[in-house]
């Protein structure tokens, strides 16, 4: 899936909440920061214009890009924050 625009990731929020859930938002393996390299199965992120990122998020747990969190979820309040892509939440998915 990807999320578009707010209307979208508010009812992404809706859906999930009072739960976090994976939204299908992945980071390459070739990316050199934290904030870099983050794409949707669609595309890059950046191509999109739209993001939802948490404040300080995605931070790759200390700031420091060496791939510990490269998998994409929205939490309860609708921001989005980089995990660990083996941890277990609930996910969304769209055909």
Same mark, same amino acid.
């Given at each position: 899936?990807?999320?578009?625009?707010?209307?979208?990731?508010?009812?992404?929020?809706?859906?999930?909440?009072?739960?976090?859930?994976?939204?299908?938002?992945?980071?390459?393996?070739?990316?050199?920061?934290?904030?870099?390299?983050?794409?949707?199965?669609?595309?890059?992120? #950046?191509?999109? *214009?739209?993001?939802?990122?948490?404040?300080?998020?995605? !931070?790759? =747990?200390? @700031?420091? /890009?060496?791939?510990? #969190?490269?998998? *994409?979820?929205?939490?309860?309040?609708?921001?989005?924050? !980089?995990? =660990?892509? @083996?941890? /277990?939440?609930?996910?969304?998915?769209?055909?």
């Amino acid at each position: 899936m990807s999320i578009e625009d707010s209307a979208e990731n508010d009812c992404m929020r809706d859906a999930t909440a009072p739960y976090s859930a994976w939204i299908g938002l992945g980071q390459g393996a070739s990316a050199a920061a934290p904030t870099a390299g983050w794409s949707w199965h669609t595309g890059p992120l #950046e191509s999109q *214009g739209f993001a939802a990122f948490a404040i300080d998020e995605p !931070d790759d =747990a200390d @700031g420091i /890009e060496d791939h510990v #969190e490269d998998c *994409g979820l929205i939490d309860p309040s609708g921001e989005w924050r !980089d995990e =660990a892509c @083996g941890g /277990e939440n609930y996910f969304i998915c769209e055909w």
